[in-house]
């Protein structure tokens, strides 16, 4: 079992940072993946970005890329969200989830087993 908890989000205006934090609860992480969702009043939970945890290697959708980057911290078990130039299009609820098994696809949502609360990301214009 796999406990995951978010921080870090917050309001802030269009154009400023923000950087979320997700913890993975217990033992040094073990899965395939870490990755971050959005999801925005009435609309579906989408993809923002993900990193395979042995290897670093990264993934963002399109609409993040060069503005957001993620990383992690393998001796904290904590994978991080750095956001630059928020736009109000950024505003949802963040959420971190694990991806345990071996997948070419680090951008489904099915293939997350665990996943954090969520925190709240507002971006003001």
């Known amino acids: 079992q796999v406990q995951l908890v978010e921080s870090g989000g917050g309001l802030v205006q269009a154009g400023d940072s923000l950087r979320l934090s997700c913890a993975a609860s217990g033992r040094a992480f073990s899965g395939y993946a870490m990755g971050w969702f959005r999801q925005a009043p009435g609309k579906e939970r989408e993809f923002v970005a993900a990193?395979?945890?042995?290897?670093?290697?990264?993934f963002y959708t399109d609409s993040v890329k060069g503005r957001f980057t993620i990383s992690r911290d393998n001796t904290k078990n904590t994978v991080y969200l750095q956001m630059n130039s928020l736009k109000p299009e950024d505003t949802a609820v963040y959420y971190c989830?694990?991806?345990?098994?071996?997948?070419?696809?680090?951008?489904?949502?099915?293939?997350?087993?665990?996943w954090g609360q969520g925190t709240q990301v507002t971006v003001s214009s």
């Open positions: 990193i395979k945890w042995s290897t670093g290697g990264t």
């Open positions: 989830a694990a991806q345990m098994g071996y997948s070419s696809r680090l951008d489904q949502l099915r293939l997350y087993t665990y």
